[in-house]
């Protein structure tokens, strides 16, 4: 039996992508009942072809796909990461749509579909499916981590150029993912191109659409850049400019609005292709309260990780004027007195100052980090 150079067997017929180890598709789920063990990292085969997650120095992730696919980084132009959770009954609905369109546009690609620790029969529907589709990858996880977690291993370990995000509920148009990956094509210039939705369908509408628009405007405000669509789950971006800022990613939907957001504050140029959105197949997994109070939360951390100095000077510039006010103001009441409360205001806002000038050091002492 040939063996890889980590002295683990090979076998077959289904191939593990993520340490160059061959299985058969039924082990995925003997293993356990979502999905297989993480791997430790090993040497990659002897042919040279570098493999997802021993580049990064991180845990590869176990994961299933056709036998004599390319495999290694870079060898695809296309990954498109769909992460399942609870799709059982229109999953394959959506994988169908994806490579009749992927495979009309003539890219190499590859279809990594994650399922996050599905509760319902998702992850056998995608074991079933996987001799039909030669594109797709599988990567079950063994416990459920949120959209973002699927979202950032999926593009660490992805084998394409260009990584397409976009949610398995039927709500985007993802007969057009071509169309995206044409534009970063054709605009070389361009890192990031988000489909900006014309409408709004998902639940909590009343309370959603005003919510998004505040947290919309927070982040032009915050960025100096026009969004039409801050958390638009359809986008396609190069994955060597996004690998810096995977680490950033939180693990729920406020994700889309982090890598938005990464790429904004360093002067990545995003563009904005706009889509119709359609009401979403099954049950939601939006949270209103939650999940607002994460894209607030979200959006004030990547410019204060970026750009500290956009949200502390103005507030400590603020605080100062308004004990300079308030001193005034006790100065001629109070016979040349200064009370409490402007020597409060003046020393809140020298903190202030003095902290927006030393984050803003370390941001500028941190490089590429």
Same mark, same amino acid.
């Given at each position: 039996?040939?063996?890889?150079? +980590?002295?683990?067997?090979?076998?077959?017929?289904?191939?593990?992508?993520?340490?160059?180890?061959?299985?058969?598709?039924?082990?995925?789920?003997?293993?356990?009942?979502?999905?297989s063990?993480?791997?430790?990292?090993?040497?990659?085969?002897?042919? $040279?072809?570098?493999?997802?997650?021993?580049?990064?120095g991180?845990?590869?992730?176990? +994961?299933?796909?056709s036998p004599?696919?390319?495999?290694g *980084?870079? #060898?695809?132009?296309?990954?498109?990461?769909?992460?399942? =959770?609870?799709?059982?009954?229109?999953?394959?609905? *959506?994988i169908?749509?994806?490579?009749?369109?992927?495979?009309?546009s003539?890219? @190499?690609?590859?279809?990594?579909?994650?399922?996050?620790?599905?509760?319902?029969?998702?992850?056998?529907?995608? *074991?079933?499916a996987?001799?039909?589709?030669?594109?797709?990858r599988?990567?079950?996880?063994?416990?459920?981590?949120?959209?973002?977690?699927?979202?950032?291993?999926?593009?660490?370990?992805?084998? $394409?150029?260009?990584?397409?995000?976009?949610?398995?509920?039927? #709500?985007?148009?993802?007969?057009?993912?071509?169309?995206?990956v044409r534009?970063?094509?054709?605009?070389?210039?361009i890192?990031?191109?988000?489909?900006?939705?014309?409408?709004?369908?998902g639940?909590?509408?009343v309370?959603?659409?005003?919510?998004?628009?505040?947290?919309?405007k927070?982040?032009?405000?915050l960025s100096? #850049? &026009?969004?039409?669509d801050?958390?638009?789950g359809?986008r396609?971006?190069?994955?060597?400019?996004?690998?810096? =800022?995977?680490?950033?990613?939180?693990?729920?939907?406020?994700?889309?609005? #982090?890598?938005t957001?990464?790429?904004?504050?360093?002067?990545?140029?995003? *563009?904005?292709?706009?889509?119709?959105?359609?009401?979403?197949?099954? @049950?939601? &997994?939006f949270?209103?309260?939650?999940?607002?109070?994460? =894209?607030?939360l979200?959006v004030?951390?990547?410019v204060? =990780?970026?750009?500290?100095?956009?949200?502390?000077?103005?507030?400590?510039?603020?605080?100062?004027?308004?004990?300079?006010?308030?001193?005034?103001?006790?100065?001629?009441?109070?016979?040349?007195?200064?009370?409490?409360?402007?020597?409060?205001?003046?020393i809140?806002?020298?903190?202030i100052?003095?902290?927006?000038?030393?984050?803003?050091?370390?941001?500028?002492?941190?490089?590429?980090?």
């Open positions: 039996m040939a063996r890889l150079p +980590s002295g683990r067997p090979v076998r077959s017929p289904g191939e593990v992508t993520s340490d160059g180890v061959t299985a058969p598709t039924s082990a995925l789920a003997a293993t356990s009942p979502a999905t063990p993480a791997l430790p990292p090993v040497a990659p085969p002897a042919t $040279g072809v570098p493999l997802a997650g021993h580049l990064s991180a845990p590869a992730h176990l +994961s299933v796909t004599g696919q390319p495999r *980084e870079n #060898t695809l132009e296309v990954t498109v990461v769909l992460p399942c =959770y609870n799709e059982q009954d229109h999953v394959l609905q *959506e169908e749509r994806i490579t009749v369109a992927m495979d009309a003539g890219y @190499s690609y590859e279809l990594l579909v994650i399922d996050d620790k599905s509760t319902d029969s998702t992850l056998q529907v995608l *074991e079933q996987l001799p039909k589709f030669p594109h797709m599988l990567m079950p996880f063994r416990t459920n981590g949120g959209s973002g977690t699927a979202r950032r291993i999926g593009t660490r370990e992805a084998f $394409g150029r260009i990584v397409v995000w976009t949610d398995a509920d039927m #709500t985007y148009p993802n007969e057009r993912i071509p169309e995206f534009y970063l094509h054709e605009n070389p210039g890192d990031q191109v988000v489909g900006a939705r014309m409408t709004e369908e639940t909590h509408k309370l959603r659409v005003p919510a998004k628009w505040v947290i919309r927070i982040a032009e405000r100096s #850049t &026009k969004i039409p801050l958390n638009s359809l396609a971006f190069r994955r060597d400019v996004s690998l810096p =800022y995977l680490r950033l990613l939180p693990p729920g939907f406020s994700c889309v609005t #982090t890598i957001m990464s790429f904004l504050s360093n002067q990545h140029p995003v *563009e904005y292709l706009p889509i119709d959105y359609a009401k979403r197949a099954g @049950s939601s &997994k949270h209103f309260v939650k999940d607002a109070y994460r =894209y607030i979200q004030l951390r990547m204060m =990780y970026f750009n500290p100095i956009k949200v502390l000077m103005p507030l400590a510039l603020g605080l100062l004027s308004l004990s300079f006010i308030k001193g005034i103001i006790d100065v001629i009441r109070y016979d040349f007195g200064i009370t409490t409360n402007a020597v409060l205001l003046f809140s806002g020298l903190l100052f003095t902290l927006a000038l030393l984050a803003d050091l370390i941001v500028r002492s941190r490089g590429e980090t």
